[in-house]
């Protein structure tokens, strides 16, 4: 079955340090892509998506290219702020319920 | 207001207790569903549902039930609490016309079962 493995946290950076939390991923064919963030006490948002293979999803500074050959779909940022503490999601939609699967999610906790 | 908005969002109950979680949307999407979370395990699917006539089981659908009471409505059930039923659940919609999969998260339902 499908399945998302990201790296543990938490991530600790100092601000405007460079980002990159890994995520790789199993499934049968080419699913779309997400990253979901999760601001404390709040639902996920939607951060970016990728629906092919070598396409770049990208929203407030994040990154993430979708690669098929490696089967990965990378998060990065160029430059943390504070306010980019969140726990962070990589998840793959399942093209036959068209529902969700998850990654653990990684808290990033960014310190002045 | 919230396109997608749960309630109650905090609920203390004891084990062998009934409860329901409600989960309403204003976006018009056919698609809803209702996830898990637990620390360390991201969110796992327990049900879904395309249309108000399709119902479905997800991974984790044991002692749960749902029921879709409209387009726009989607509700959790517990029958019988159990305390490792105590997580964060949320709710979720999708339009299958975008074909882009992209789902709308509430603000979740934290439960807690003593």
């Known amino acids: 079955g499908n399945s998302v493995t990201q790296m543990e946290g938490p991530v600790t950076l100092s601000e405007e340090a460079f980002l990159t939390i890994n995520c790789t991923y199993t499934?049968?064919?080419?699913?779309?892509l997400f990253w979901y963030v999760q601001y404390p006490g709040e639902g996920l948002q939607l951060l970016l998506k990728?629906?092919?293979?070598?396409d770049k999803g990208s929203n407030k500074g994040f990154e993430a290219t979708y690669r098929k050959e490696t089967t990965s779909f990378h998060l990065e940022k160029g430059s943390v702020q504070v306010s980019d503490s969140a726990v962070y999601f990589c998840?793959?939609?399942?093209?036959?319920?068209?529902?969700?699967?998850f990654g653990s999610g990684t808290r990033l906790q960014v310190q002045p | 207001d919230a396109d997608v908005t749960q309630t109650p969002r905090n609920r203390i109950t004891k084990t062998g207790k009934r409860i329901m979680l409600e989960c309403s949307q204003t976006?018009?999407?056919?698609?809803m569903y209702w996830y898990r979370q637990d620390p360390g395990l991201g969110l796992r699917l327990i049900y879904y549902?395309?249309?108000?006539?399709?119902?479905n089981k997800g991974e984790i659908s044991d002692g749960y039930s749902v029921s879709r009471q409209a387009q726009a409505k989607f509700s959790l059930s517990l029958e019988s609490a159990i305390p490792n039923q105590t997580a964060l659940y949320f709710c979720a919609t999708s339009d299958p016309g975008l074909s882009t999969d992209t789902q709308y998260f509430g603000p979740g339902t934290r439960l807690t079962v003593l």
């Open positions: 976006k018009g999407h056919d698609r």
């Open positions: 549902s395309f249309d108000v006539k399709d119902i």
């Open positions: 990728a629906t092919k293979a070598d």
């Open positions: 998840a793959l939609v399942d093209t036959g319920r068209r529902a969700l699967t």
């Open positions: 499934a049968t064919g080419y699913p779309s």
